[in-house]
């Protein structure tokens, strides 16, 4: 089901039939321009436990961590979206229905960043002439969970990656 949410004076809208808009924590809700992604983290009801809401939080903040030292690397910059930054939702969340959907998200885990408008395909998918130097930039970094990452190719060379975080979070149940 469709959701919006208001940030500043921009709608943001999720679209639930493209799955490149949902992962496995979040969702991507995209502005009516098609600049500007907010990455909205979920709730998964069936494990609404406090653990889960720590891991989510400690989730949120390695992929945050990650995109700020990315963005801050002249090597790495390139690759990834602009990354404005942690964008808590202050206002609430709808569906299509105008019913509030704020209790699906963690409203306080969500960032901003630039939208890649692309084919994505997984990186560990991909067969691109520079996957092992994007790999190498990203591991100097010290930005050591990639290979979830989805990635855009263009001329058989990765162009944009996004998805990644500092170092990959174990969860038990």
């Known amino acids: 089901m469709k959701h919006e949410l208001s940030y500043g004076n921009e709608t943001f809208t999720y679209e639930p039939h493209d799955s490149k808009f949902q992962g496995a924590y979040g969702r991507i809700f995209i502005n009516e321009g098609k600049s500007l992604a907010i990455k909205v983290f979920k709730v998964d009801h069936e494990d609404n436990t406090e653990k889960r809401k720590t891991y989510i939080h400690e989730t949120f903040n390695n992929e945050c961590e990650a995109y700020e030292l990315a963005s801050n690397c002249s090597d790495s910059k390139d690759y990834i ?69 989805s990635v855009v190719i263009t001329d058989g060379r990765i162009s944009k990656l996004v998805d990644f975080s500092m170092k990959e979070i174990e969860y038990f149940i």
């Not at 569906?95 to 990186?123: H, P, T």
């Not at 998918?125 to 190498?136: L, M, Q, V």
């Open 81 to 149: 979206p602009c990354f404005y930054g942690k964008s808590p939702i202050n206002g609430d969340i709808k569906d299509q229905d105008s019913n509030i959907v704020n209790n699906q998200y963690y409203v306080e885990y969500a960032y901003r960043m630039e939208f890649i408008d692309g084919s994505f395909i997984k990186l560990a998918d991909s067969n691109s002439a520079n996957k092992d130097e994007i790999c190498g930039i990203f591991s100097n970094l010290g930005i050591k969970n990639i290979k979830d990452s």
